[in-house]
């Protein structure tokens, strides 16, 4: 239960900063998304099911702030987190080189994903953000790989959940 109230505090607070403090550090406009990365660093540690289930949590939580589509996020969120959680299991995980190429490719693969489901929906959007913010995402994975690692070592976080 621990572990639950610990992975929603992370979610929630992630999806805070993003959509509050975020948008002051941008570069051009450009900006990370914490929350993204938070989730994609945690599936690569923990695997498929627990990427599975915070997958959609969060992106559920996503959706909340998207006006254009809902359960976009929630669908690409789940598919990332699934693709990580495989790429995951064969790596070593305490090297930090795969993760963060990882975080990288997915942001990119979650960008090209919204902008299809949201061009098949008729809305306008821009594909050149994407990649912009996929190099931001893949500059901080470094770090949020470190602290995921680090967070998914303690004793009561490597308890299976139990549903």
């Known amino acids: 239960m621990k572990k639950v109230l610990w992975l929603v505090f992370l979610a929630c607070l992630f999806q805070i900063i993003d959509n509050a403090l975020m948008p002051f550090i941008s570069i051009r406009t450009y900006y990370p998304s914490l929350l993204f990365l938070f989730i994609i660093c945690y599936s690569i540690v923990n695997g498929t099911k627990e990427a599975l289930i915070i997958g959609v949590f969060t992106g559920m939580l996503q959706d909340v702030y998207f006006a254009n589509g809902i359960g976009i996020n929630a669908l690409t969120n789940m598919l990332a987190c699934?693709?990580?959680?495989?790429?995951?299991?064969?790596?070593?995980?305490?090297?930090?080189?795969?993760?963060?190429?990882?975080?990288?490719?997915?942001?990119?693969?979650k960008g090209i994903g919204i902008f299809l489901l949201l061009h098949i929906l008729g809305q306008k959007v821009y594909l050149r953000t994407v990649f912009f913010d996929s190099v931001y995402n893949g500059i901080l994975a470094f770090f949020m790989y470190k602290f995921v690692f680090r967070l998914s070592n303690i004793d009561f976080m490597r308890k299976r959940w139990g549903f």
């Open 82 to 109: 699934i693709i990580a959680a495989q790429i995951g299991q064969r790596i070593f995980r305490h090297k930090s080189f795969v993760p963060v190429i990882t975080c990288f490719c997915l942001s990119i693969f």
